[in-house]
């Protein structure tokens, strides 16, 4: 089973119950699942990965996880006619790499 995420362009991303049972497993992501879909539909920035030139990095700065103040990025892979995201943490900064948005 899955869950149709919206990303900043309104575009259709699943989530897979295997995903988020995956990125939940780590404890500072307990309790982050809305915040997955709020950073997708309204990311502060999106950088293309430089590993993988189908994958984009989500990021959404949030004030008081569990770990303090960090930076949630959602990696989301697009091929053809499917996006999907592949896995979600949190950093303290962004990873380098061109910056596609805004």
Same mark, same amino acid.
């Given at each position: 089973? &899955?869950?149709? !995420?919206? /990303?900043?362009?309104?575009?259709? #991303?699943?989530? $897979? /119950?295997? =995903?988020?049972?995956?990125?939940?497993?780590?404890?500072?992501?307990?309790?982050?699942? =809305?915040? !997955?879909?709020?950073?997708?539909?309204?990311?502060?920035?999106? =950088?293309?990965?430089? $590993? @993988?030139?189908?994958?984009?990095?989500?990021? =959404?700065?949030?004030?008081? $996880?569990? #770990?303090? /103040?960090? +930076?949630?990025?959602? #990696?989301?892979?697009?091929?053809?006619? /499917?996006? &999907? #995201?592949?896995?979600?943490?949190? $950093? @303290?900064?962004?990873?380098?790499?061109?910056?596609? +948005?805004?």
């Amino acid at each position: 089973m &899955f869950k149709i !995420l919206t /990303d900043y362009q309104g575009r259709e #991303v699943r989530l $897979t /119950d295997e =995903r988020l049972a995956h990125i939940l497993l780590h404890p500072e992501m307990a309790n982050m699942e =809305r915040e !997955l879909a709020i950073t997708l539909r309204n990311p502060e920035a999106i =950088r293309k990965s430089r $590993t @993988d030139e189908n994958a984009c990095l989500n990021y =959404r700065y949030y004030v008081g $996880t569990q #770990v303090g /103040d960090k +930076w949630l990025c959602v #990696v989301v892979k697009y091929i053809e006619a /499917d996006a &999907f #995201v592949v896995t979600a943490y949190l $950093t @303290d900064k962004q990873k380098k790499g061109e910056q596609i +948005w805004p």
